[in-house]
């Protein structure tokens, strides 16, 4: 992936927002769990590197200036490491591994290729250097007896699409690696948009007897036609018939619990919200926003009555709106 903005079919005057709506349309055809042809998997993948890269505006700034490459790495200091190698200096002495991704082929460079097999090579004879123990350098392990580096596999980050219902309440949801491993990830109560999972050892691959790096998940809730969040406290659009809306009475709520009764007002009206205590997210609030509807046909006994109850009863709900 050389041009992120490429990966998400967007220029670079694409606006934040355009930006992870480009992402979460990519996602919703080409996810691997979705759509099983290996070239809408690719086009995942390097879209969900893009988004990584541009969702956070500093980084995305860098990028643009030049100072990171499309992978998120220094582009000065990866050159520095580079011209280090080429000199036969040990580039590691002031600098740490981290953000610096797979660096396999500098091993190769400075030690070469049976260094980290145990063998013979450019640097079989470094051991005495290092003490005979294991020495680390930010990240990487130098093994005594020229048993060559060991380094902790890389973290990598993905993004996961969650549905509203399962972010409230919690619960499971499995995903598929790009590696193309299978995975259950357990989805924590009142998980938040954008809320990150950390999935011990489910990273990059380490180098010599290094372990594996973690995995993070950075969660994307998605909408839903009913309900909306705010923290812990949730609102839900109710519909109500127009006689319940002029009589009142008690009606049944959905609720992430289960339905509960309510006592409806009379004379409610589209818009008034009604507050069910503590039946939010984790003891958060539900809000109850009314919506009258209409019946699906207005029959003759009903218009009749609205006219007979007109004539005695009108009233204007818009005097007063400025012109």
């Not at 002495?93 to 290729?113: K, N, T």
């Amino acid at each position: 992936m050389d041009d992120p903005y490429q990966a998400l079919g967007l220029t670079k005057s694409a606006s934040q927002d355009e930006i992870k709506k480009a992402y979460r349309k990519i996602a919703k055809t080409d996810h691997p769990d979705l759509n099983p042809d290996p070239a809408a998997s690719e086009r995942f993948k390097a879209a969900a590197a893009a988004y990584d890269l541009l969702k956070d505006p500093e980084q995305r700034a860098r990028f643009d200036a030049g100072e990171i490459d499309a992978q998120g790495q220094e582009r000065p200091q990866q050159q520095y490491y580079r011209d280090f190698a080429e000199r036969g200096e040990n580039p590691y002495r002031q600098y740490s591994s981290a953000g610096y991704g797979d660096f396999s082929d500098v091993f190769e460079d400075l030690f070469g290729a049976r260094a980290g097999r145990g063998g013979g090579g450019p640097g079989a004879g470094m051991g005495d250097d290092f003490g005979g123990g294991q020495q680390d350098f930010g990240g990487f392990r130098r093994s005594g007896g020229g048993q060559g580096f060991d380094m902790r596999g890389q973290d990598v980050r993905y993004d996961l699409e969650v549905d509203f219902m399962t972010a409230a309440k919690g619960g499971a949801t499995r995903i598929t690696l790009p590696d193309g491993n299978s995975l259950e990830v357990k989805i924590p109560e009142g998980a938040a948009d954008g809320q990150t999972i950390r999935l011990r050892g489910k990273g990059g691959e380490g180098y010599g007897q290094g372990g594996r790096g973690d995995a993070y998940l950075t969660l994307h809730v998605g909408d839903h036609p009913d309900w909306r969040r705010d923290g812990n406290d949730v609102t839900l659009t109710l519909p109500i018939s127009l006689d319940e809306a002029v009589l009142g009475g008690k009606v049944q709520v959905p609720t992430l619990s289960g339905a509960v009764s309510m006592n409806l007002p009379k004379g409610a009206s589209t818009g008034q919200r009604l507050r069910l205590k503590g039946k939010g997210i984790k003891g958060g609030n539900q809000y109850v926003e009314l919506k009258v509807v209409m019946p699906p046909q207005i029959d003759a006994e009903l218009a009749a009555f609205m006219e007979e109850w007109r004539a005695g009863h009108a009233y204007d709900p818009r005097k007063g709106m400025g012109g």
